[in-house]
């Protein structure tokens, strides 16, 4: 093979070196995520500091990796954990088994599990694959249980499950865009999503314009576009 066959095989990538750049310095840089991004779980509270969870087993029932297990129990007379006649005495997720499908959040009756944005934590021990209540539950502010091996970014706790509530209730559109959320500690009422049907684009995501710059970076034979 001679010299000209070998500057032939790098027509490529000399092509490349001017084209502008697609990569980020991970993980110093991240991507934003989307808005329904699907993450690690969360047990949210009321705002006055109650547990949503009641131990009603249905997000358990549902889950089609078998991962969640919930046991409920009477709340105490003179000091209620939930505001109904049980609480959730245990509750676990084995993230080993576990897909992420949110499942979980739509069985839900009090909207007590959400997903956030969280997906980057690893073990080292099996053990910590298993989550407790003492570690899903959020804390006495409201935000969710920061653990050594997660690495929690600015924003990875908000919207979550946002494709919740962006769904209206038994499929009815007029009820689309109205707040069917219980307020949150920490977060109040969180406002709905929307872009189902026939809104403005621009109303659609509030990182759309995020996405028509990241899209615009890119040639557009590799799908520079935004979607």
């Not at 980020?24 to 047990?43: A, C, I, Q, T």
């Not at 003492?134 to 706790?157: C, I, M, N, S, T």
Request: glycine content about 10%; aromatic content about 10%; proline content about 8%.
């Amino acid at each position: 093979m001679g010299a000209l066959d070998a500057l032939k095989g790098f027509k490529v990538t000399f092509k490349q070196i001017f084209e502008p750049r697609v990569t980020s310095s991970y993980p110093d840089e991240k991507r934003p995520k989307p808005p329904r991004f699907h993450g690690r779980h969360v047990l949210n509270r009321y705002e006055d500091g109650m547990e949503k969870c009641i131990g009603c087993e249905l997000c358990a029932g549902v889950c089609p990796a078998d991962c969640i297990y919930v046991r409920g129990a009477d709340n105490p007379p003179d000091h209620p954990v939930s505001p109904g006649e049980r609480y959730g005495f245990v509750y676990e997720i084995n993230y080993l088994r576990c897909i992420h499908c949110d499942l979980c959040v739509e069985a839900c009756p009090t909207q007590a599990i959400t997903e956030s944005k969280l997906f980057e934590f690893s073990f080292t021990d099996r053990n910590d694959a298993i989550y407790t209540k003492a570690e899903l539950v959020v804390r006495d502010d409201g935000k969710p249980q920061q653990l050594p091996w997660e690495d929690w970014r600015e924003g990875d706790d908000l919207l979550t499950s946002g494709w919740m509530r962006a769904t209206s209730p038994a499929g009815v559109a007029d009820q689309e865009g109205r707040r069917h959320w219980s307020g949150e500690l920490g977060y109040g009422s969180r406002a709905p999503e929307r872009g189902q049907s026939g809104l403005d684009p621009a109303e659609a995501s509030p990182s759309l314009e995020l996405r028509k710059e990241e899209a615009a970076k890119i040639p557009v034979r590799f799908g520079g576009r935004a979607r």
